[in-house]
């Protein structure tokens, strides 16, 4: 059955096709080049993810994405240094550049990123977070609980203090978590915030999505790919500027000998597929999570038609083409 919708929306994205927005070595050509990629998959507006670094590598990278004007960049996702320095919380981020939030600190990123940060990830328990997510909700920058260990109270002083999302709710957390309370079940519950999640498989189980996007609702819930450069490559070892990443057979992607996941290799239009075989939801309820929703967020529309051949049998996109409006 062919089908049309508008162009899909992800809010994170830290690389894609062999190129890794992260990599001070990335050049304008390079984002240009996973820009097309990504539009092949029916992505034609995204935040460029720019995750934990040294000040010098994050200004560097950021340069480089504002010398790349192009209408599907609608700004910057900055996810983190501002995180739990823990085993866990922490992920895949260097622990060396984890640091305390600071109005200071993030107002000098920002310049380096010429404006363009319109999205922040961090911990409510890092010193400074919940100043800091005050700062952002003054200047109309959305601020997204994620990477945390945060007590219930840190959770919701930063709800209070005007975060609005929970960056792929599920993952960035401890392994082992009490049954209750913990940092899932008091984001699930928060009304205020809505919630990210990447439907590879691998970060989250079906069931486990399932359960999620029934308790936060499809209209308060998006799909984000977080993926990384090795998205659309095939199976190996690869050097990223985070260090040495294993992309397995079924699409897993780690460090090698880790236990967590470093970033993910899906697509977003793959990811509507999961996310529908997973919840068991229409398509048409999906569809909006990963277009029209993620842009409302943050004050915009989605952008271009996609057509696609959907088999609802295997619940798998095919033919995607993409025309502008």
Known sequence: MQIEFPGLFDLQVNGFGGVDFNSPL???????????????????????????????????????????????IVGFH????????????????????????????????????????????????????????????????????????????????????????????????????????????????????????????????PATLKAMVRAKTPQRAFLVTDAVAVAGCVPGTYELSGGRVVLSEDGRVCQPGAPWLAGSAVSLDRAVANAVKFTGLPLEQILPMSSTQPAKYLGLQASGRVTADWNAAECRLSNLKVFDA
């Open 26 to 72: 990335t050049t304008p050509e390079d984002v240009y080049r996973a820009i097309e990629i990504l539009r092949r998959t029916g992505v034609t507006r995204f935040l460029p993810t720019l995750g934990t670094s040294s000040f010098e590598s994050f200004a560097q990278c950021a340069k480089t994405l504002a010398r790349t004007p192009h209408p599907a």
């Open 78 to 205: 900055m996810e983190g240094p501002y995180i739990s320095p823990e085993d866990g919380p922490r992920g895949a981020h260097p622990r060396q550049h984890v640091l305390a939030a600071s109005i200071d600190d993030f107002s000098r990123r920002q310049e380096a990123a010429a404006g363009q940060i319109k999205l922040v990830t961090l911990a409510p328990e890092a010193p400074g977070a919940i100043e800091l997510i005050e700062h952002l909700a003054g200047l109309g920058i959305r601020a997204a609980i994620g990477h945390t260990a945060g007590s219930p109270k840190q959770i919701g002083d930063a709800v209070k203090a005007g975060a609005t999302l929970s960056t792929h709710l599920g993952n960035g957390c401890a392994n082992h978590l009490p049954r209750h309370p913990n940092v899932i079940w008091e984001q699930l519950a928060a009304d205020d915030l809505f919630a990210s999640f990447i439907a590879d498989g691998h970060h989250l189980p």
